[in-house]
T-cell receptor, first 116, second 116 residues
Framework: AQSVAQPEDQVNVAEGNPLTVKCTYS??????LFWYVQYPNRGLQFLLK??????LVKGSYGFEAEFNKSQTSFHLKKPSALVSDSALYFCAVRPRTTSGTYKYIFGTGTRLKVLA | DTGVSQDPRHKITKRGQNVTFRCDPI?????LYWYRQTLGQGPEFLTY????????KSRLLSDRFSAERPKGSFSTLEIQRTEQGDSAMYLC??????????????FGPGTRLTVL
């Protein structure tokens, strides 16, 4: 079965320190990869995506993500965390299939808490 | 604000009643998606439309669920004979069909359903 794993329910980091939120996937082929952030009472907001090319992709609000094909991982990173980055982060995968599915498969989410 | 709107934002109903939710996508987006999110989980795909055609349905979408997008613009999701297990956040998303099909999905704020 296709799946996305976010192994940490919560990540705590001090403001100003680098942060990493982990994501691994079990999806055949070369899927499209996405990160979304969810703030309370708000919808999911798109952060960044990996389609092809450079393994390091840059996105909104200073976030970036590193794609590792051999480890089937797509970890979210930021060099210097802000208290305002505290939110729920979701990794999502869209399989590339001959049938052309457009559904996303989401991980269970990681709550990021940035401490002042 | 992503531009995807959902109505109502909250719905409380009694078991056995029917409910209908509406989603208005970003105006130029021709793909529309429905997901369901329960507490502590990531969104799970239910169905998607390209224009007015419903092209994919998840096995999660039992025969009590029906979705429509009659004119290729707004969509409705109806749940008949609601059960307590239907309690969840129902998310709508939309995207633009690009030549490579990798355009990200933009999510609405969701409709939170509580079945008593």
């Amino acid at each position: 079965a296709q799946s996305v794993a976010q192994p940490e329910d919560q990540v705590n980091v001090a403001e100003g320190n680098p942060l990493t939120v982990k994501c691994t996937y079990s999806v055949s082929g070369n899927p499209y990869l996405f990160w979304y952030v969810q703030y309370p009472n708000r919808g999911l907001q798109f952060l960044l995506k990996y389609i092809t090319g450079d393994n390091l992709v840059k996105g909104s609000y200073g976030f970036e993500a590193e794609f590792n094909k051999s480890q089937t991982s797509f970890h979210l990173k930021k060099p210097s965390a802000l208290v305002s980055d505290s939110a729920l982060y979701f990794c999502a995968v869209r399989p590339r299939t001959t049938s052309g599915t457009y559904k996303y498969i989401f991980g269970t989410g990681t709550r990021l808490k940035v401490l002042a | 604000d992503t531009g995807v709107s959902q109505d109502p934002r909250h719905k409380i109903t009694k078991r056995g009643q029917n409910v209908t939710f509406r989603c208005d996508p970003i105006s130029e987006h021709n793909r529309l998606y429905w997901y369901r999110q329960t507490l502590g989980q990531g969104p799970e795909f239910l169905t998607y439309f390209q224009n007015e055609a419903q092209l994919e349905k998840s096995r999660l979408l039992s025969d009590r669920f029906s979705a429509e997008r009659p004119k290729g613009s707004f969509s409705t999701l109806e749940i008949q004979r609601t059960e307590q297990g239907d309690s969840a956040m129902y998310l709508c998303a939309s995207s633009l069909a690009g030549t490579s099909g990798n355009n990200e999905q933009f999510f609405g704020p969701g409709t939170r359903l509580t079945v008593l």
